[in-house]
């Protein structure tokens, strides 16, 4: 095959893409939009003001919603809540109480009792179990030094704990004897001593925006690096517009307002800049500028349209499952897509209509780009076996750690290696009191089966202690609270073998209401969450398949696309296992140390994000492919040149929603930044690995079969069936990449 790069060339014949005489709904779109650019102009302005007016409103709208219905953790946490006004929302604050240096807090075991009593009753909502209501001396360090109490407050409306347990030094202060010092901690508390100095939403956006822009300008050295952006902002202020209005009508996730912001940013942003880079590519070979528009929507829209329907199917995900929090996150993670491609496919084309060709400044001539990846295609062409096997056992490295993967909750390690919560935390540690303090078990029980409940519990491995409160607080409308510590933290699938244990062993006691607690929730989350995952899987992958075996008239294909998500899936889950849960490199570059676990909601985040986001460069790629072979019946040729025409235009597009997703990494809380970093590495392994070396190996090594789509599905699907023993007549024979356009995605 030669050498030969794409250049420019004289204009196409009329009956190639004819403008005038394409039909399906995208070029119907297109030229309405022409015909009436200027309402549309309007209709996206009004928009624009409405978005930017109302975004401002819309974080203080968003919610904290941790509910599980119908799991009994949560059942049982909200009947806590209804009888004694606290238990649900957050874990516990952990009130410790140290002596002056010489001495002891069990000496003042009396003198600290009644200053939690006068701290009771200034603050009436909380429920507080300490040394005093339980008549239990672990409430004290091995040194006697120290005491800790657990205090249980109302639910909390936003992400930190709740304003009842806040100021504790201040309440409590006056009552303790002098010289004693107060510090507050728990997990809530570790969590926000390590979110501090973190930026908000609005800076994340304008970093990501800031990088988008150095990458636009260097791909098409002109004022239209701006076009992109232009109509990522209004795609993202009329997303947030409509998410304020849910917010109305149901609770959404405060996640949201970040995904929105930043995953808008790229997707809005990739779209945008295959459909201008097409548009371009018509004009430069020789189109008139409307005509050069309609050509661009007939094939890079149909891209971008089947891009942002595969995204919104792999959000699908968040929408099925029985978890009201995450399912608020798929519904705001849907309008994501769907708004990016409708602003693509109607202010676009209406912008480049009018303003487009002047946005051509400083003016540049064609020149042949796509040497670099048309060689690429090549090389891959002539070893697709090695090609494949490289990238296969790169894969396979990334994959390995997957199996070691753990979800739960982030380890005090992690949370913080540093400030006041962590201080009172190691003091307690290192005085003996166990880990599982930051993570207690709450058994509700009949008032009468109290103590023999705790009998009970102080039985099960892995319990250290078991207290049964005393107080008003504690018991109320016939019922009591059992509180049972386990030896570590309930945090993970390898800790939660005492939560387990502790209901087994109360299980069907008629005394017994339930057991709830943050191991208990954590149980429950799991279950929830990935109980439900082959359902959510199967309907995710019948829709994706048949949308891309449609798009793309092949079974090979589609099923190709499916096999390879999973294969980048696993690798993107591998990484996160390697860098965040073993801690290798999350030290260095965050300052956070192992963290032991990937949050139990996060590998369904990335998954459904992930999903689609990096199917976005399969169809881009593949859709460029399938052209090239309609035209030339050539498997060989539509491999290099689908590689020479949209390699860099894949690297800048998945550079772009990196660059988005490091700017979420500057987030303070560490659960965003582990959703961040997942994303952002996904994406880059996707657009390298995956697409640029695996893809187009495998569709050199099918061969023919790529193409084929048998009559019987054709027909369910509504589009000709493709033989796969039947090829194409080829219209001309190029030899190396059809050389009837350039390919000007760059100076």
């Known amino acids: 095959m030669s050498e030969t790069a794409v250049h420019p060339a004289a204009p196409r014949s009329p009956d190639e893409h004819d403008p005038q005489h394409s039909s399906g709904a995208i070029p119907r779109l297109g030229r309405a939009v022409l015909r009436h650019r200027r309402r549309v102009l309007v209709i996206w302005l009004v928009l624009f003001i409405a978005g930017m007016a109302g975004a401002g409103s819309v974080s203080n709208r968003l919610k904290v919603d941790f509910s599980l219905p119908g799991q009994p953790g949560y059942e049982t946490a909200k009947t806590v809540q209804q009888?004694?006004?606290s238990g649900i929302g957050q874990p516990p604050t952990i009130l410790v109480l140290t002596a002056p240096a010489g001495g002891s807090a069990k000496a003042d075991s009396t003198k600290l009792t009644a200053a939690f009593n006068a701290l009771r009753q200034e603050r009436p909502t909380l429920r507080i179990?300490?040394?005093?209501?339980?008549?239990?001396?672990?409430?004290?360090?091995?040194?006697?030094?120290?005491?800790?109490?657990?205090?249980?407050?109302?639910?909390?409306?936003?992400?930190?704990?709740?304003?009842?347990?806040?100021?504790?030094?201040?309440?409590?202060?006056?009552?303790?004897?002098?010289?004693?010092?107060?510090?507050?901690?728990?997990?809530?508390?570790?969590?926000?001593?390590?979110?501090?100095?973190?930026?908000?939403?609005?800076?994340?956006?304008?970093?990501?925006?800031?990088?988008?822009?150095a990458v636009l300008a260097f791909v098409f050295a002109s004022l239209l690096a701006l076009m992109p952006l232009l109509i990522a902002a209004v795609s993202i202020l009329t997303t947030l517009l409509i998410v304020l209005g849910l917010t109305y009508i149901a609770d959404v996730s405060f996640i949201v307002q970040f995904l929105v912001s930043l995953i808008g940013l790229g997707v809005a942003i990739d779209y945008s800049l295959l459909i201008v880079t097409r548009w371009r590519e018509e004009r430069d070979a020789g189109r008139e500028n409307n005509d050069a528009i309609l050509v661009a929507m007939s094939t890079a829209g149909r891209a971008?349209?089947?891009?942002?329907?595969?995204?919104?199917?792999?959000?699908?995900?968040?929408?099925?499952?029985?978890?009201?929090?995450?399912?608020?996150?798929?519904?705001?993670?849907?309008?994501?897509?769907?708004?990016?491609?409708?602003?693509?496919?109607?202010?676009?084309?209406?912008?480049?209509?009018?303003?487009?060709?002047?946005?051509?400044?400083?003016?540049?001539?064609?020149?042949?780009?796509?040497?670099?990846?048309?060689?690429?295609?090549?090389?891959?062409?002539?070893?697709?076996?090695?090609?494949?096997?490289?990238?296969?056992?790169?894969?396979?490295?990334?994959?390995?750690?997957?199996?070691?993967?753990?979800?739960?909750?982030?380890?005090?390690?992690?949370?913080?290696?540093?400030?006041?919560?962590?201080?009172?935390?190691?003091?307690?540690?290192?005085?003996?009191?166990?880990?599982?303090?930051?993570?207690?078990?709450?058994?509700?029980?009949?008032?009468?089966?109290?103590?023999?409940?705790?009998?009970?519990?102080?039985?099960?491995?892995?319990?250290?202690?078991?207290?049964?409160?005393?107080?008003?607080e504690n018991n109320r409308g016939g019922t009591s609270i059992v509180v049972a510590i386990p030896t570590k933290g309930t945090l993970n699938g390898k800790t939660l073998a005492p939560v387990k244990a502790a209901r087994a062993a109360v299980k069907g006691d008629p005394g017994v209401v339930g057991v709830t607690g943050d191991g208990a929730v954590a149980l429950d989350y799991s279950h929830a969450v990935f109980g439900s995952f082959p359902v959510m899987f199967a309907i995710i992958a019948v829709l994706t398949f048949l949308l891309l075996a449609r798009a793309f008239r092949s079974v090979v294909l589609a099923a190709k696309?499916?096999?390879?998500?999973?294969?980048?899936?696993?690798?993107?889950?591998?990484?996160?296992?390697?860098?965040?849960?073993?801690?290798?490199?999350?030290?260095?570059?965050?300052g956070i140390p192992a963290t032991g676990a990937i949050t139990f909601w996060l590998p369904l985040m990335v998954f459904a994000f992930l999903f689609g986001l990096s199917m976005d460069y399969e169809v881009f790629i593949l859709?460029?492919?399938?052209?090239?072979?309609?035209?030339?019946?050539?498997?060989?040729?539509?491999?290099?040149?689908?590689?020479?025409?949209?390699?860099?235009?894949?690297?800048?597009?998945?550079?772009?929603?990196?660059?988005?997703?490091?700017?979420?990494?500057?987030?303070?809380?560490?659960?965003?930044?582990?959703?961040?970093?997942?994303?952002?590495?996904?994406?880059?392994?996707?657009?390298?690995?995956?697409r640029a070396l695996l893809l187009p190996a495998l569709v050199e090594l099918f061969g023919r079969w790529n193409w084929w789509l048998p009559a019987g599905l054709a027909k369910v699907l509504r589009v000709a069936p493709s033989p796969a023993v039947a090829l194409p007549a080829a219209r001309h024979e190029p030899d190396a990449l059809d050389e009837r356009e350039p390919v000007s995605v760059g100076r």
């Open 561 to 590: 696309a499916l096999v390879l998500n999973l294969i980048s899936l696993s690798a993107t889950f591998g990484l996160m296992t390697w860098f965040w849960q073993e801690g290798h490199g999350s030290n260095a570059i965050f």
């Open 623 to 690: 859709a460029r492919m399938r052209e090239g072979y309609d035209r030339t019946g050539s498997t060989s040729k539509a491999v290099v040149e689908g590689l020479a025409r949209t390699g860099r235009l894949v690297t800048s597009a998945a550079l772009i929603l990196f660059l988005a997703f490091a700017s979420l990494a500057s987030a303070p809380d560490t659960d965003l930044k582990v959703l961040a970093t997942g994303l952002g590495a996904g994406i880059l392994l996707d657009a390298t690995v995956v």
């Open 304 to 472: 971008v349209l089947l891009s942002g329907l595969t995204v919104a199917v792999g959000l699908v995900a968040l929408v099925v499952l029985p978890v009201p929090g995450l399912r608020s996150v798929g519904y705001g993670g849907i309008l994501i897509p769907l708004i990016s491609t409708l602003v693509s496919l109607t202010l676009l084309p209406a912008l480049l209509a009018g303003i487009g060709p002047r946005m051509e400044w400083p003016r540049r001539k064609p020149r042949p780009v796509g040497r670099l990846w048309g060689a690429w295609g090549r090389g891959v062409v002539r070893r697709p076996w090695l090609a494949a096997g490289v990238a296969l056992v790169i894969l396979a490295i990334l994959i390995i750690p997957v199996f070691s993967l753990t979800v739960g909750q982030t380890s005090a390690d992690a949370l913080s290696k540093g400030g006041p919560a962590r201080a009172a935390y190691d003091r307690l540690v290192t005085g003996g009191v166990p880990e599982g303090v930051l993570t207690p078990l709450e058994v509700l029980t009949k008032q009468a089966a109290a103590q023999e409940t705790a009998q009970k519990l102080r039985s099960v491995q892995g319990i250290d202690r078991v207290v049964v409160p005393t107080g008003a």
């Open 129 to 213: 179990v300490d040394a005093g209501s339980t008549g239990d001396p672990s409430f004290f360090t091995k040194d006697g030094r120290t005491t800790f109490a657990l205090v249980f407050g109302p639910q909390g409306k936003g992400f930190s704990s709740s304003p009842q347990l806040k100021n504790f030094g201040s309440a409590i202060g006056p009552d303790l004897p002098q010289g004693y010092s107060v510090g507050v901690t728990g997990l809530q508390e570790l969590s926000q001593d390590s979110s501090k100095g973190g930026s908000g939403v609005f800076a994340e956006t304008l970093l990501g925006g800031l990088g988008a822009l």
């Open 83 to 85: 009888i004694y006004g």
